[in-house]
């Protein structure tokens, strides 16, 4: 699979809860809306539909091929895609009255991919471009059990640091993404709020499925095998890898699941 079909894999098996997440949001259809880290661009899409929005959208994202892919498999004409840096918004003050950004203001060391070490400065810019009364919603890949039957050995596994990045020992516990409604507090918003929702991982699940819940065993755990003992690694091998023969995600009772969390608040 190449890098894009992953990326599109990943969000149609999230789907269904990303449709439940944008459901949720107070946007109404003649709003004017950034995507922050929009990525390839299907989410921002789903934005335009779900909220029937009639206005220009946004979809702003740092790597200059996803924004190529996203203009060009992107169904509506109002979404302009654009190449930028979340650090340095090209935008007037007051641009915007919502701005959406998922799994992309992730705080941590610039090898890991993080935009910044600390938040404040992104929070900051994001506020200057919504109009007073604009919303801010961040939503974050929060939690997941993928492996039900082994629930010690996944709990060993997710507590490596590679389970956790770009969380590292030695943080600051405000720059983890679960201390957001901090985050929207110090930089001046108001009305905070925050909300978890759960994708339910249900056997029998179809190959496409299984890849995309495959990619997830990689994010998390394939960079954990010096932090745990050999045996757990050989069981995660033999658990998680799609040609083992006691792969977990062909069982067709397998059950598991993962959960975003969305935050949110307003600008005085
Ligand atoms: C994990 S992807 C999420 C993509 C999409 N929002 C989603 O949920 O599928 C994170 C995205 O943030 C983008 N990104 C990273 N640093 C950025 C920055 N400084 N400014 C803008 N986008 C950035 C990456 O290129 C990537 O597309």
């Known amino acids: 699979m190449s890098e894009f079909d992953i990326y599109e894999n990943l969000t149609r ?18 709003s004017k809306g950034i995507d922050v880290g929009c990525g390839i661009g299907r989410i921002t899409n789903l934005l335009y539909s779900e909220k029937n929005l009639n206005k220009d959208l946004i979809g702003l994202d740092l790597s200059y091929d996803k924004i190529q ?9 109002n979404i302009k895609f654009v190449q930028g840096d979340v650090n340095k918004l090209n935008f007037k003050s007051n641009s915007f009255d ?40 961040l939503a974050f890949w929060s939690s997941q059990k993928l492996l039900p039957g082994y629930p ?28 957001v ?8 918003f108001k009305d905070i709020k925050v909300k978890s929702f ?7 699940l179809s190959e496409n499925d299984k ?34 023969d006691k792969f977990i995600l062909n ?10 969390t969305l935050f949110n608040g307003t600008k005085i």
């Open 13 to 30: 098996f999230r789907e269904p809860l990303i449709r439940r997440i944008i459901e949720s949001l107070v946007i109404s259809p003649d």
């Open 69 to 77: 892919y996203a203009k060009k498999y992107s169904k509506y004409t």
């Open 98 to 137: 919502w701005i959406w950004s998922m799994d992309t203001i992730w705080i941590g060391p610039k090898e890991s991919g993080c935009p910044a070490e600390k938040p404040d400065k992104i929070l900051n810019e994001l506020n200057k471009i919504l109009i007073p009364g604009g919303k801010l919603y």
């Open 152 to 179: 010690l050995l996944e709990a060993r596994l997710n507590s490596t640091i590679s389970a956790n990045t770009p969380y590292l020992n030695d943080m600051n516990p405000n720059n983890h993404i679960l201390c």
């Open 181 to 188: 409604k901090k985050w929207l507090k110090d930089a001046n």
């Open 198 to 204: 759960v994708g339910d991982i249900a056997g029998s």
């Open 211 to 244: 890849k995309a819940v495959s990619t997830f065993f990689e994010m998390l755990w394939n960079n954990s095998e010096r932090e745990v003992s050999k045996k757990d690694w050989d069981k995660f091998n033999e658990l998680c890898s799609s040609e083992s």
């Open 251 to 260: 069982d067709p009772n397998y059950y598991g699941f993962y959960i975003y």
